[in-house]
């Protein structure tokens, strides 16, 4: 299992990678627009940057501890991608409009479980 510090360097990586990637399938040159990082002797730290593709992402936290961050690109059909995120204990926890969500419960289902949970029997 990754560590919390695994998993930002591997999404910095793969932002990285995903750059990367369009300089040599020749789409456009991309250039480091804006960065800054700051890294304090207590474990924690804070980076953000911004590439001339319209690609940026920031992250704070507590190394091996907590982070909180968020980054955006365009995807090749032209669609912008924003993902906000916490990783802590409870794991990564990823938000964007692109990110697929359950179907909701249906109506029965749901009075099913109230009925379950307003009926159950002492123990």
């Keep these: ?55 940026e992402a920031q992250e704070q936290g507590q190394g091996g501890v907590v982070a909180t961050g968020g980054y955006r690109y365009y995807s090749p059909e032209g669609e912008l991608i924003e993902v906000s995120y916490t990783a802590d204990e409870n ?15 249906p109506d029965a289902i749901i009075r099913a479980l109230e009925y379950i949970r307003t009926h159950a029997r002492p123990t």
């Design 1 to 55: 299992m990754l560590s919390l510090h695994q998993k930002t360097k591997t999404g910095l990586v793969i932002l990285v990678l995903l750059a990367a990637l369009n300089l040599v399938h020749g789409q456009q040159q991309v250039e480091v627009l804006d960065r800054d990082q700051n890294i304090n002797p207590d474990g924690s730290y804070a980076y953000r940057y911004r590439l001339s593709d319209g690609t």
């Design 91 to 105: 794991g990564f926890q990823p938000q964007g409009d692109h990110i697929p969500q359950p179907p909701p419960i």
